[in-house]
């Protein structure tokens, strides 16, 4: 009993340890160093300890004017909320746009389904980074899009609504930057999507008429419901990413489009101000916060294990 | 006769079997879903375990294969105390209720996983699983994989897969579970023949009453953990130990009364809707609270009321006057369901010996049941 | 509902417009790699000289090789890490902290990877000033993207290990083989496929990953992700398109490949199944 339960006991603190230790190490351990440096002071290259001796006396140096800072300077409220916003106008397109397709896809021939999932995933492998450079072309001055879209006078009303600066400007705006960012994290909503519709028993609709319902009512009583974790999880797989998106604001966003990931790069990369780097970066973890936990939450109990 | 619900060893075997079991226990938490079993099973013997879902049986199958650890108690083997051992240290196979056939590997792999892992020379491996495919007859399908097998097929592979090891014990969980109706009435005279064959000694878990009295030669009614009476499956059925045991092998009628005349001989218990006369004493006094089991099929149903046979006595005894309430038509037999004056119904079931009788008994019909003095079963627990 | 017309065309036209949306940039791309003209936008001929001056672009092919080493490892180590935290996470439903545990492998597949990208740098850094080690190059990169591959590998492992009937793992082990075997010789077998596409998941992902890598990367260590997006910060430039096409190239032949002999090898097991049980 005792060789094969110490046996057991070694293999299972492996499995477990291992990949808990890493973590910690690379991912928890860091955070906490991100904190510690948001408070910290900077002389010149390096930081000045937190906790020093002088004269038998212990001091703790807590520099908390960076979080000040960002609470007072409008600009840095600004720049959040702002990303909030585009987050959140990211997320609603993609579940307008992506919830039908992931239904439509459910609902196909069980032959044509994996062709049509393959279809979807073949531009996940293909670079984003490249995907969102081709939209720099296709957005810029006789790009196929730009013509399209001129063309049609659709840009006279992109400018009135304040999405684009002027008609004829389609490129560095909030408009190019909202298709961007709505293009790249289109198959992230219809995965979760198609694979909790495909899932679901359509014995379930036909009760539904059975007992009355026409098909309008039955997709919002019934479908819309059921597919909740998959619009959450989407949501979540969608929001919590834009939120701190740096390489499409970048690419495609303009002045006018303040976004924190970019202001956390320049911060960085620009003015050296590494705690304010950090500052910036504990703000946005709050920031989305109640999201990830959510997602956390549905992860958990989407892996639940089957007893 | 009533026994007192507590576990008994196997009547005309060694005190200690080859298969001892002594004061099992599973804790999960505060629930005990084994609560102190002992038992001794001999050589040879096909013993089932059969209850309801939750009353512990599985728990206690895969203690003995060693998936579970036992809180408390011993398993002895052969003389092997086993309790502690890992499950692939231990003699015994178990064939599973999924058949778990390994996916990726063909039907003869599959049969030589174990006698692969025991190291055996490799010409020894393969005259095992030659003679193991003979014996389920699947020879033609050595190269196959499982899911090109049908279902039947599948479980002859998990059987002989079992078997391939030689073990001292043979674990069958729910063996005949996944088959339809038709399947499992052929596959159960085949399953007992080779296992018989084989000669080796049999531990099955069942839900299925008829598939634990046409498979066993021993079996124990378990719930909550406990066992409720154990014994050839005549004995169960004749003889339950308490209610719960009669009610759940077969079907029962269940009737209250109280002890009326206590004899040597021969008792009489007094029923809300008759009297019960019967033929043999039993220990208790008079005025005593007893419940009488009276199984379907041993009584009559007539629409005239039927002179008492030899031995009956006279009296208006072991007889009673009803309505057909419902009846269900099985094919060779109907279940009747017999109102009686005090509300309580009557089942009685009657082989339909006869084609078409002219004076069937239909619904609202009125009609007399009777039964012999020996027809009973008294209960007390 | 099934069957309605009405709703099989609206189905088909809408997921068409979808799959344009999807593939126009695709298509772009290619179609302008050809471009004799140095601003992509306006067509002016045919030509392959873009590609010839990809084979002389020092910079894009030193960076190309750096980024398949760091994706190889990546896609190796995060298998590792991966199949020991799905095993963690699938067999074993209670062990102390595994709340946190199950977060912090699920975190990295939302998190903003500015933030990971600084906090994980911000580490190094100070963990170099303790230890002298390590400098900041395709080390460093490396662990960044194995973060990142880690959460991804646990998803797509975890989710068929869940799948598997844990009594295959309790025959094996009923019929003498001892934990290790059993895991090598059936549970390794049963989630090849699902390890596979892990290892071509990570790999990708690192393959294409800008924001960690420009955080962690080092004087001389610069992937093909970096080199891409500092030109086209600059603007638009035909070479990119170029780089863009061989890659859709290489990708488009190896997800239809893979595709169709998984298509092909469901189709023969179904019609397997379908004989068996008519026999």
């Not at chain 1, 298709?179 to 679901?200: A, D, Q, R, V």
């Not at chain 2, 159960?188 to 598939?211: A, F, K, R, Y």
Request: aromatic letters at 10%; a neutral charge; charged letters at 15%.
């Amino acid at each position: 009993m005792k060789a094969w339960l110490s046996g057991l006991i070694n293999g299972r603190s492996a499995v477990i340890g291992i990949p808990y230790v890493w973590l910690l190490v690379f991912f928890l351990f860091p955070f906490l160093i991100v904190m510690k440096i948001s408070v910290s002071e900077m002389d010149g290259v390096v930081f000045k300890d937190l906790v020093s001796v002088t004269d038998d006396a212990i001091s703790l140096t807590l520099k908390f004017s960076n979080y000040i800072f960002i609470t007072q300077d409008d600009l840095y409220f600004t720049t959040y909320l702002s990303s909030i916003k585009y987050a959140a106008v990211t997320t609603a397109l993609c579940l307008i746009l992506g919830y039908p397709f992931a239904y439509f896809m459910a609902r196909a021939k069980p032959t044509v389904q994996p062709a049509l999932l393959m279809l979807v995933m073949l531009p996940f492998w293909t670079s984003f980074l490249l995907r969102v450079y081709a939209w720099k072309g296709l957005l810029s001055e006789n790009g196929w899009v730009y013509d399209a879209i001129t063309g049609i006078g659709l840009d006279q009303w992109l400018a009135a609504g304040g999405l684009i600066s002027s008609p004829g400007q389609l490129m560095n705006s909030p408009f190019s930057l909202v298709l961007g960012m709505t293009y790249t994290y289109l198959p992230f909503m219809i995965l979760p999507l198609y694979s909790n519709l495909s899932k679901m028993d359509l014995r379930l609709l036909e009760a539904a008429t059975d007992l009355g319902a026409t098909p309008f009512v039955a997709f919002w009583t019934i479908t819309v419901p059921l597919s909740k974790a998959g619009i959450i999880a989407g949501s979540m797989l969608v929001l919590i990413p834009c939120v701190g998106e740096f390489v499409i604001p970048e690419l495609l966003g303009g002045p006018q489009t303040l976004m924190i990931g970019r202001v956390l790069w320049d911060e960085f990369f620009s003015n050296n101000d590494w705690p304010m780097a950090s500052t910036v970066a504990v703000v946005m973890v709050l920031l989305i916060l109640v999201p990830l936990a959510i997602f956390n939450k549905y992860q958990a109990e989407a892996n639940e294990v089957r007893q | 006769m009533s026994l007192p619900p507590t576990t008994q060893p196997g009547s005309a075997v060694d005190p200690a079997g080859y298969l001892s079991i002594r004061g099992l226990v599973k804790d999960f938490d505060g629930y005990k879903a084994v609560n102190n079993i002992s038992l001794d099973i001999a050589k040879g013997e096909i013993f089932a375990l059969l209850g309801s879902s939750g009353c512990g049986k599985s728990t206690l199958l895969r203690m003995l294969a060693g998936f579970e650890t036992p809180t408390a108690g011993s398993i002895v083997l052969n003389g092997r105390d086993l309790s502690t051992m890992p499950p692939y240290e231990r003699p015994m196979n178990m064939m599973f209720q999924s058949y778990a056939l390994f996916p990726h590997l063909t039907v003869w792999d599959n049969i030589a996983f174990g006698l692969r892992r025991a190291k055996m020379p490799r010409d020894e491996i393969a005259a095992q699983v030659d003679a193991m495919l003979k014996l389920v007859q699947l020879g033609k399908f050595a190269q196959r994989k499982p899911h090109q097998l049908s279902g039947g097929q599948q479980q002859r592979v998990a059987l002989a897969r079992s078997l391939a090891k030689k073990p001292q014990l043979l674990l069958l969980d729910e063996p005949l579970g996944a088959l339809d109706k038709k399947l499992r009435e052929e596959t159960q005279i085949e399953l007992v023949n080779i296992i018989e064959n084989v000669g080796v000694t049999c531990v099955m878990v069942t839900h299925d009453q008829e598939e634990a009295m046409t498979m066993a030669s021993r079996l124990a009614v378990m719930s909550e953990g406990r066992f409720l009476q154990v014994g050839a499956p005549g004995d169960i059925y004749e003889t339950p130990a308490t209610r719960f045991v009669a009610d759940f092998i077969g079907n029962v009628n269940l009737m209250e009364g109280t002890l009326s005349d206590d004899q040597v001989d021969h008792v009489i218990i007094d029923c809300a809707d008759c009297r019960h006369y019967v033929g043999h004493g039993i220990t208790g006094t008079e005025g005593m609270a007893v419940t009488v089991a009276l199984r379907p099929e041993k009584i009559r149903i007539g629409r005239d009321l039927l002179p008492p046979q030899d031995g009956e006595p006279e009296g208006g005894l072991n007889r009673v006057q009803g309505t057909v309430k419902d009846l269900s038509y099985f094919g060779s037999f109907t279940v009747y369901h017999l109102a009686l004056a005090s509300g309580m119904v009557l089942k009685i079931s009657a082989s339909n010996t006869e084609r078409h009788r002219a004076d069937e008994l239909t619904w609202g019909d009125s009609a007399w049941a009777s039964w012999s003095p020996d027809a009973h079963v008294v209960l007390t627990a | 509902m099934k069957g309605s017309a009405f709703n099989r065309w609206f189905g088909a036209g809408w997921m068409t417009m979808g799959f344009v949306f999807l593939y126009l940039p695709i298509l772009a791309l290619v179609v302008f790699s050809f471009n004799d003209s140095p601003v992509p936008n306006l067509w002016r001929g045919f030509t392959l000289k873009w590609y010839s001056a990809l084979a002389a672009d020092d910079e894009m092919i030193s960076a190309f090789m750096l980024s398949m080493k760091v994706a190889f490892f990546t896609a190796c180590a995060s298998l590792v890490l991966g199949t020991l935290a799905a095993f963690a996470l699938v067999k074993y439903s209670r062990f102390s902290g595994r709340t946190l545990f199950s977060g912090m492998v699920n975190a990295p597949l939302v998190m903003p990877e500015v933030i990971v990208g600084l906090s994980l740098l911000l580490m190094l850094v100070s963990v170099q000033r303790a230890l002298g080690f390590p400098e900041r190059g395709s080390l460093t990169i490396w662990m960044g993207h194995l973060l990142l591959g880690m959460a991804y590998a646990t998803v797509v492992i975890q989710a068929r290990l869940k799948e598997l009937n844990p009594q295959l793992e309790e025959a094996a082990m009923d019929l003498g083989a001892r934990p290790w075997q059993v895991f090598t010789l059936v549970t390794l077998p049963m989630i090849s496929q699902s390890l596979m596409s892990a290892w071509l998941l990570t790999f990708t992902l690192s393959l294409d990953d800008v924001v960690l890598s420009a955080f962690l990367s080092g004087p001389g260590s610069t992937t093909l992700p970096l080199v891409i997006f500092s030109r086209a910060r600059l603007g638009l430039n035909p070479t990119v398109n170029a780089v863009a096409t061989m890659i859709v190239v290489v990708v488009a032949i190896g997800v239809v490949l893979a595709s169709y002999f998984i298509a092909r090898a469901e189709r023969n097991r179904t019609l397997e199944i379908a004989q068996a049980n008519r026999a």
